[in-house]
C-alpha cells in the first residue's frame, strides 16, 4: 500500500498525487463476511487537496453523522480548517511522537500515564469540542441539519460499550496472594472464601473463560477475547505463555467462536519489529478458526510508538478491519481525544478508493481492569461506573478491556466487571455489541438507516 498520503498527513505536506475522489454506492445489505466492504458513499470525498485538513474533516463529519456530496464537503473543509487539523494532528497521536520518552518495552509515555500524575476526573474528549464548534458553524447548512444527519448509535441507545478480554495468562499458578490480603486487613471470611476458591479447581487457576462467559451470558452479552498465536518460547520473553495449538485452546476457540463471541488477535510483543509479521499471525489464528478475524489488540499496547503509521499500515494490509489498542496504560480516558470510532488510514484513500476498497477503524480501548485498583473493591467499583456515566453523557463508546487470568487473583476486578454488567443491563440506553457489529454500523449501518434523501437515493 502506499504511504504518500500518510506521510503527507504526518508532515503536514500535500501528497504527491492528488487525491481521488470516490463514486461508488454502498450496498444496500452488508452481510457479516463483508465487513470490510464498501461503505457510504459519500463518506470519503477527499476533495480537498489538503490531505490532514481532509482527514481532520472526514472524522469530524462522521462523528456528527454528516454526509456531505463533494462541493458541501470542501466548503466546510475551507471553512473549519483549523478545527480539523487540530482533530487530525490528536487522532494520528502525532502530539505524542513529537519529543516523546519512552518506557523500557519502548511505548511512548504520555503525561496522561505518569505515575506521578495524580487521576482526576475524566475529561471531555477535545474532538467531541470540536464538533460542537463545529456544528455551531455550520447551522446555515443544510446537510448539518439534525433530521438529516445519521444517528450516532442504533435507535434507541445513547451510548455503545464493547467488552473484550486480552487472553495473556490463561493458566497461572495457583495463588494465595489475595487471601494474604484479606487476613492481613481482618476479613477472615473473605480470606476463607479466597482460599478456597482456587484450590477447589487447581487446574482451572486463570481459566476464566466460563467465569466471564457465565456473567456475561446471565445479561445477554457477547464479548471479543483477542488470543495470541505466538508462544514464548518460539519468540519473546513478554510473550504468552500458552500455545493456542494445543487441543485445550483449539476446542476453546471453537466453542467461544460456535456460541457468538468474538475472536481477534492479541498481536505478539515484537509484531512492529515484525516478528513474526502480523499478516502471518493474521492467516494463523484465520486458519484454525476456519473464519475471518476482524480485529486486533496489541499486546503490552505495543504499537510502533515512533510512527503508529506502520503499524496500521501492517494491519491494513493484513486484511484486519479495526484496531483496539489506542488506550492508556495507568487510566481510563480518550486517548485519542475520541469516544467513537475512526478511521486510521486517512492517507489511504486513493488505494481504498482504486482497489480493495477497504477501511481500517479505531476503536480505541478506553477502561481495563489494570487501570483500577486491585485491593480496593469500592474504588475499583467506583472509576467503572464513572467511566461508564461519562461515556453515556457524551453519548461515546467504551471499549472495556478485562484480562484473563484475574478472576480469582484479583476480586476488586472481578467485582467491578460484575457491577459494569449488571449496570448495562439496567440501561436500556445502553448499547452492548461485539466490536464487529459495532465496526459495521459505523461505517454502513448508521448511514443506511438514515433517511434517504434526494441526493443518495
Ligand atoms: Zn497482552
Redesign the pocket.
Known sequence: MSTAGLDALATGRRASSPPVIATGRAPRHETDSRLCGESHPFRHRYSANDTETSYGMSQITALAGVALDPDEFAVVAQRLSPIARRAARRLSLRHEVTGALFDEHGRAIVSSDKPNVPAGPIEEPALHRLLRVAIDRSRDMEAWRPDRRAPRWPTGKRYAVALTH?V?DAERPVSYRPAIRYLQSGDVRRAYWEFRSPRRRPASAGWDFDDFCGLEDRFGFRSAWYFSVVPRRDAHPCDVAYDIRRRRYRSLVARLDRDGWEIGL?SSYATREDRPPLRQQVDRLQQQLARRVFGVRH??LRWNANDPRRSWCAQFDAGLAYDTSVGFLRRPGWRAGIAAPYHLLPGAAPDIVEAPRRELLELPMTLADMHLPTDDDAAAIAIALEHLRRTREIGGLAVLNWHVGHWHGTPAWRRAYEAVCETLAADREAWVALPRTICHWWRVGRWQSRRPSRDDR
Open positions: 486480552d495473556d492479541h499486546h503490552y
